[in-house]
């Protein structure tokens, strides 16, 4: 099971204060922390033990070619690197995808302040490629409640506030209007939504909750309840504007969930409940899950930016002077002491901060590999590998608020308003073709355009004048029955 942890201090960012004891890696939608040893040294956060702890599967390089063979795309560079790394029954949206049965992609954000970083925009830029590639509708959902309820200090009227700003940073990524709905908790809580929560809630224990995130008897019963709320969204009947009124077909549609990984234990919980869950007789979809890792804080790989500790991140407000400063200034480094020892022995691109901004935001890989090679032959100095790393984050961070000073509040209410989506899927899952018992059939497209190979081309034909053929016969028939019925005068 997970590791528990005391799910108090969700607005005390975890890494604020000097850590002194040996403690254990603590991930959970409230703290992340990597374990820290014997000596106070906090060490990088172990991703392959999350995916054993929570029981989640691996991309691995099958999958990878799969995913590609059925989109006809090359993997975004967060699968390629690993950055994207785990997941819950991705091969069923894939399976899905081929049939050309509907699935939808949700993601979400806690608006807990206006000062969006690097790190939150992580999950947001692959959940655009998600959407781009799949062409599937997209919720966000915005947790202005759970912020309410986790902060000891915020008021309603301060997370609703944020809602605004962090929607209009979300829809700055670059999101199709057409098939993207954003929503507050506070604002759209009720109707079918409200009877999902509750179907939820009906369907864990105090004990369950507390197993999973580590509440105790002081934690106040909202937060108790709060992850019905995450959990409902995953079910597409939540969203009858979008999905339709009729509940035996919305309840077998299912969620793609991008998410940071900390957020797993709440989609865990939905998904033991779905396959308990009905709907006159018909069973409620399973949400799917895609897991990315964080991006690390400016001090080192055993914790994530936050946005209440200023030297911890780059924001996406920051000037191209800031973001020079803080890299140069406090981004921790794999290079050797002195330039002779660096030189000599060469430096950790493992931990070297820069160099991991760069496997997120450097999307050309020989570049990023001609720098792995160079700094760890001691050929490139830290001060090197820095200076690309700011040209590239300034790079990041402009051309974001470029597109983000085009966001108005007209844009969020046309994002935000409660209205039918339009969205395409598939192209070519409309034309099946049937598997052929000699084994030659080719399901990959010849150019990964949704165009078909002239094998299934030829297929098709032989199907199609197939058909015709058996049309033709029994158009024949029938005259030949009518004639009969008419009577022999008829027959001339
Ligand atoms: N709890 C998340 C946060 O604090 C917000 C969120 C809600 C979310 N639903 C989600 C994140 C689904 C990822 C996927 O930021």
Not at 97 to 119: A, C, I, K, N, Q
Not at 207 to 219: D, K, P, V
Not at 309 to 315: G, T
Not at 383 to 406: M, P, T, W
């Amino acid at each position: 099971m997970a590791t528990k942890v005391d799910a108090t201090a969700h607005d005390e960012p975890s890494n604020s204060e000097p850590v002194q004891k040996q403690q254990k890696q603590t991930v959970d939608p409230y703290n992340v922390q990597g374990e820290v040893d014997e000596n106070g040294v906090v060490k990088a956060i172990d991703y392959n033990k999350l995916v054993d702890e929570f029981g989640t599967k691996k991309i691995d390089d099958e999958l990878l070619a799969r995913l590609e063979r059925v989109t006809g795309k090359r993997p975004h560079h967060f699968l390629r690197r690993g950055i994207v790394f785990s997941h819950r029954d991705l091969e069923l949206i894939l399976d899905r995808y081929e049939r050309g049965e509907p699935f939808f992609l949700y993601t979400g954000r806690g608006p807990s302040s206006d000062s969006v970083h690097v790190g939150h925009t992580i999950p947001f830029e692959f959940t655009k490629w998600l959407q781009d590639t799949f062409d599937v509708p997209l919720i966000i959902m915005l947790t202005d409640d759970e912020k309410y309820l986790f902060s000891e200090k915020k008021t309603i009227e301060e997370v609703q506030g944020y809602c605004n700003s962090n929607a209009k940073d979300i829809i700055a990524i670059g999101f199709d209007p057409a098939k993207t709905f954003i929503f507050s908790d506070f604002d759209y809580v009720g109707g079918a939504f409200y009877r999902n929560i509750v179907r939820l809630s009906k369907h864990i224990t105090l004990n369950q909750a507390r197993a999973i995130f580590g509440f105790n008897e002081s934690s106040n019963i909202g937060r108790i309840h709060f992850g019905s709320i995450q959990g409902a969204t995953s079910w597409a009947s939540s969203f009858p504007h979008i999905f339709g009124e009729d509940e035996k077909e919305t309840v077998g549609i299912p969620a793609l969930i991008p998410c940071a990984i900390d957020q797993d234990p709440y989609f865990r919980m939905t998904r033991d409940v779905s396959a308990r869950l009905k709907y006159q007789g018909k069973p409620y979809a399973k949400p799917s899950l895609i897991h990315a890792l964080f991006l690390p804080a400016l001090q080192g790989p055993g914790t994530k930016m936050s946005a209440s500790i200023d030297e911890s991140a780059i924001f996406m407000r920051d000037t191209p002077n800031q973001i020079k400063n803080k890299i140069n200034k406090h981004a921790f480094s794999g290079g050797k002491v002195s330039e002779e020892e660096h030189r000599q022995l060469g430096g950790d691109t493992s931990v070297d901060v820069a160099f991991q901004y760069l496997r997120f935001f450097l999307e050309d890989d020989e570049e990023l590999e001609r720098i792995k090679v160079a700094y760890e032959t001691g050929e490139m100095l830290t001060g090197e590998l820095k200076a690309i790393c700011i040209r590239e984050l300034q790079r990041y961070v402009a051309a974001f608020q470029d597109r983000r000073a085009k966001v108005d509040d007209e844009t969020v209410k046309l994002f935000m308003e409660t209205r039918p989506l339009k969205w395409g899927g598939n192209p070519r899952a409309p034309i099946v073709i049937p598997k052929v018992e000699n084994g030659d059939a080719d399901e990959s497209p010849a150019d990964g355009e949704g165009k078909m190979t002239k094998n299934q081309l030829k297929k098709l034909e032989k199907m199609r004048q197939a058909e015709a053929k058996k049309a033709q016969k029994a158009k024949e028939k029938a005259e030949q029955a009518a004639a009969k019925a008419a009577g022999p005068s008829a027959t001339v």
